[in-house]
């Protein structure tokens, strides 16, 4: 199993910054990608960034160009750093890890607040 936790959520004026972590633990050498989602009220989950454990990234195109995703510490951990930030990235952002049989593993999410 995988357990996932999250942190650097908050409030942020619309323009700023945030950057999101997320620390892996227990079996992390199945771990195939992890990745960010997120879900507004409301609004299904959705995928924002994902990283395979290549190194490969793919992003939203809402996110393309303002968010980067990256991983450090030995690749047990994934940040996603977020730029430009605008009122419609509000949502409760879950990291995520997919291992190599397929099955996901979900933190418990961290809220994003971007006031405008």
């Known amino acids: 199993q995988v357990q996932l936790v999250e942190s650097g959520g908050g409030l942020v004026q619309a323009g700023g910054s945030l950057r999101l972590s997320c620390a892996a633990s227990g079996s992390i050498l199945s771990i195939n990608a992890m990745g960010w989602y997120r879900q507004a009220p409301g609004k299904q989950r959705e995928l924002v960034a994902r990283i395979t454990s290549g190194g490969g990234t793919n992003y939203a195109d809402s996110v393309k160009g303002r968010f980067t995703i990256s991983r450090a510490n030995a690749k047990n951990t994934v940040l996603l750093q977020m730029n430009s930030l605008k009122p419609e990235d509000t949502a409760v952002y879950y990291c995520?890890?997919?291992?190599?049989?397929?099955?996901?593993?979900w933190g418990k999410g961290t809220l994003v607040t971007v006031s405008s």
């Open positions: 995520n890890a997919e291992i190599i049989t397929g099955i996901n593993y």
